[in-house]
């Protein structure tokens, strides 16, 4: 069920200090529908002369937002690797449950933050 209440969803992205990744979003906000599925992407960028794997973890804000928060699909599902100087644009799919109505703590948000933060994966420890 799609519903004419939008909500604000703003794009946020970091990288852990030992990753060396550019990472942004491409688009900073969109306004959804409630129950409308949102596409957005993040762009993801390898400056070094060395593959490196990453994987991502997310944060929701505010956090009475978060159980209404659904992604659909996501780059953060999965350990992306990235070649010496490759960019990809990585996507994630969402919607906001339209039960986040009914619950007095979350009814009123207008605004939503979607974070991102890429850590490395250590290579020696997944071969170990």
């Known amino acids: 069920q799609i519903l ?3 909500v604000l969803i703003r ?3 970091s990288t852990a200090i030992d990753m060396p990744w550019e990472f942004k979003p491409q688009q ?3 306004t959804v529908r409630l129950g409308e599925n949102g596409l957005a992407f993040y762009e993801a960028y390898n400056p070094t002369s060395r593959p490196i794997a990453g994987t991502a973890s997310y944060n929701v804000a505010p956090d009475q937002a978060g159980g209404y928060f659904i992604k659909i699909e996501c780059f953060c599902f999965t350990e992306q ?5 490759q960019e990809v644009r990585m996507p ?3 919607f906001v449950d339209p039960a986040i109505l009914n619950d007095p703590e979350a009814r009123k948000i207008q605004e ?9 994966v250590d290579e020696r420890k997944k071969q170990s």
């Open 4 to 6: 004419d209440q939008t």
């Open 11 to 13: 794009f946020d992205a």
């Open 28 to 30: 900073h906000t969109m």
């Open 81 to 85: 690797t990235l070649q010496p100087g």
């Open 92 to 94: 994630v799919i969402f």
């Open 112 to 120: 939503i933050t979607l974070s991102y933060t890429f850590y490395p």
